[in-house]
């Protein structure tokens, strides 16, 4: 057992002021998951390879299995449930939950988050600097393809364009 | 029930019934083949969906387990009171604790909790301590003192059949050959003699894993009423049921399963695995809730991913490229236990015979155990080797025979609704479709063979099962089980044994419930994968959950809507055939505002009746094959599979670039397109993968350590590798599938990779006979090409090893009827 003593922080968590506590070598991911008992950043390999645990931090993807909960203090922490708000789903969380780009789900809150970096960036992303910036973010489901899709929809919607739609071939297929 | 099945349309047969399709009233599908989203998606998408590791109880202990360092030793002692004395540590167990082996198949009982007085393989677990946190749980992991007596490790294929002792395991067919099988169906010589064109290619299909994200966690926890509850993200929560109630002498009926959603499972979480068991004991011992979670490390050493096949494929055609007789051999490196291998055996041998016609067929298939990580069922299961075979050297038959390799194909299809020479009874079948719809989206004909150096084209094709035809444990009973309760406020609870590992099986539960009971498919409670609360299912394996739990649910929904037209029918005095049900109503098809609404039919109902549940059930129809062996391979219907892969070969460097795959995929129907599409588009994904990079290899030279047991090294295609995909859905109604709808989570992988290897050597000329086409094995081609040498990298030839006498078996066009012929005595 540690007998450490916890090292003891403040932040903003998904735009709310947090104290927090924990054995201080934890990582972010670990005080999100295990302090916070936020779980809905996940983890693929902990060892900041698979894009899995990605969150936002001062509006900048951070793989939070990298980083340790001590320097989070004073930063301004995203993750997945802090997409939602009153008003519903991040349209990034409806298109992915609309087009079938969530398969199992697992690696889902680390796409959304950086896929909302990117369009904070940049509102209309060609396929290519889609794929660039999703590049860190591995998915064994869906083969990438309904995730561009859902992106490009959410970035067009995003921009007011409220009748955007996947095409027919996304859907049904090429005729 | 009769009210809704109607013949469906399916060409030259003429009209088939299938199941469900379509009401008798005549309306349209109101939900099947629409593209609603997945019941759980946003729950996915906003982080609600709880997985296993995100599950924590009051009290809960953190479970490590040791793993052998050595690959093959006796264990000599093992001391843990340096870890149990450790504060914090509240148990210490070995494999004395937990004495009973188990295994997924019955023939292959071999695995125990925590090894008993031999490991195996680096990774192979030893003892396991529950603490109260993570920390103290590995500085006492770290405390426990084994000591090993080496043995010698066999490490290939070719060791394990020349290297009897020492045995692996002391059963099997002899020394390390864990199984040896040889079937022959039909007279191969007058085959090979009608042949004007006989072959002999030798391939080598390295193994892979499957990778999911999410690394296997489980939670369990014995309460003081001697109930035992297990969380655990598995495929098949009624296997791990048997194997916790084996191993821990325990009724079943105190055992408790729950399959967590799956954060990808691709066959990699569908054996019982031994932390499943170890974290069980250690509740039962703490009385204490108690989770493991796995770390990436470890996800790898679980493996039971793709076996590594060695494979002869001999070959007899005519000159139009037709089949005379096709002569198949394949070893499998199996790895250090049985897992699935025995049925893995078989599927390597299995399928070769429905996409084209091959009139005699022998078979010979041995696998080996070898000191690594158990070899088991991933996405395809044990038939994506041999297609790679297969269809690579139907590439170099149709060049030597100087024909279109599509339009071969294309001629000598197997008939819909026929038996092939193996006994595989085959349903629709629209591959010819699949093929020329990606001969016509890629312009194959103006790119094969007139592609400038270093592009290429290539084609090949493929044929899945939806669903195993027999379970794993023989029985009678149904592999898949739907209840369905209703209650008076119009609320409907689906509730099945199957488990969602993110293909939306779950989703086609309601999707189907809904269409019957003409209401929203979001309106559907859907219940799954828990023990004590549904009906078994079987698992999600085999690509047979669609099929078998959307034929079950439609049972069950048909039987609950009986109940209601029967209420509804007497209160409004409309007859029953005049009753339809939509738009969460059920009213009079010839004067619609005649009607109750859905909730007002359950009350009627329940009135009459009393509580409203109903169950539905699902048995396959028996095959045709009878012989020893024939357990593999059957199924209620075929998918079937053609691609185009369009690449680009650096002959400098070696790196393919695969730009676009066109893939044809017979769905039968869809149930939802867009869920389809996304199943075909990652089976390409992970085709891709296989084809070009993915594999599992050992340094053989330093202890049979895995070469890179991580998400980095092991290399996976990220969006940069990931290609263009243009899909074609070709629905041809199934009468066995529900809605007439066939298998796509695994079938669309298959023609991936020949694809790919057969579009390398139309782009630079070289055969790779190997998967994965790595950089170097094209250079190594390249290079003998330019010495004069043959133009190719791949094994050069199979292991001689003795085989038993053959299983022979007469074939339908022989006049056989599925039994094996009487074995003759041979006198020398």
Known sequence: MSNRQKAHIRFTLNGEETEVAFAPHKTLLEVLREDLSLTGTKHGCELGECGTCAVLVDGRSVLSCLMLGLDAEDRRVETVEGMATEDGLHPLQETFADTGAAQCGYCTPGFLLVARELLAQNASPTRDEIKEALSGNLCRCTGYIKIYEAVELAAARMRGEADAALPEESIYGCK | MAASEENAERGAAGKLKVNGAGAADGRDLKVVGRPFRKVDARSKCV???????????PRMLVCKMLRSPEPHALIKSIDTSKAAALPGVLAVITGKDLPIPYGILP???????????????????????????????????????????RLQSITS??????????RIHDYGDHGNVHKKVHLEFGDLEEGFAEADLIREDVFFYEGNTHLPMEQHAAVAHFDSDDK????????TPHYVHRALAKTLEMPAAHVRVIATPNGGGFGGKSDPFNHEIVVAKLSMLTRRPVKITLTREEVFYCHRGRHPVLMKSRIGVKKDGSITALDFHSFLDGGAYGSYGVASTFYTGALQTVTYDVPRYRFRGLRAFTNKPPCGPKRGHGTPQPRFGLEVQLDKVAEQLGLDPAEMRLKHLVEPYSVTANYLRVGSMGLGKCIEKVVEGSGWKNKFRQLPYGRGVGVACSSYICGAGLPIYWNNMPHSGVQLRLDRQGGVCVQCGSTDIGQGSDSVLAYVVAEVLGIDPFDIRVVTADTDLTPVDLGSYSSRVTLMTGNAALQAAERARELLTMAVSEKLGVPVENLSFADRRVFDVENPETGVTFAEAVVLAESKYGTIG??????PPRSPGKFKGAGVGPSPAYSYSAAVAEVEVDAETGIVTVEKIWIGHDIGRSINPMLVMGQVEGSVYMGLGEALMEEMIYRANRNVVHKFPSL????SPTTMEMCDVV???IEDPDPNGPYGAKEVGQGPLLPVMPAVANAVYDAVGV?????PITPEKILSALRAKAKGDEPRYGPASIPEVSWPDPLKVLTPAEGGDGKEMPRVAVHS
């Open chain 2, 107 to 149: 023939v292959s009982q071999d695995e125990h909790p925590l090894c008993v007085e031999r490991v195996r393989f680096v990774g192979d677990p030893v003892a396991a301590v529950a603490a109260v946190d993570e920390d103290t749980a590995f500085d006492a992991m770290n405390l426990i003192e084994v000591e090993y007596e």
């Open chain 2, 727 to 729: 899909t074609y859905l």
């Open chain 2, 157 to 166: 294929i070719e060791e394990a059949v020349g290297i009897d002792e020492p």
């Open chain 2, 767 to 771: 055969r790779v006979d190997e998967v």
């Open chain 2, 47 to 57: 982080g609600e969906t709880r997985f296993a590791d995100d599950i924590t109880l």
């Open chain 2, 614 to 619: 109903t169950v539905g059930s699902y048995v």
């Open chain 2, 712 to 715: 980095l090294e092991y290399k």
């Open chain 2, 228 to 235: 035992l509850t297990i969380w655990s993200s598995t495929q």
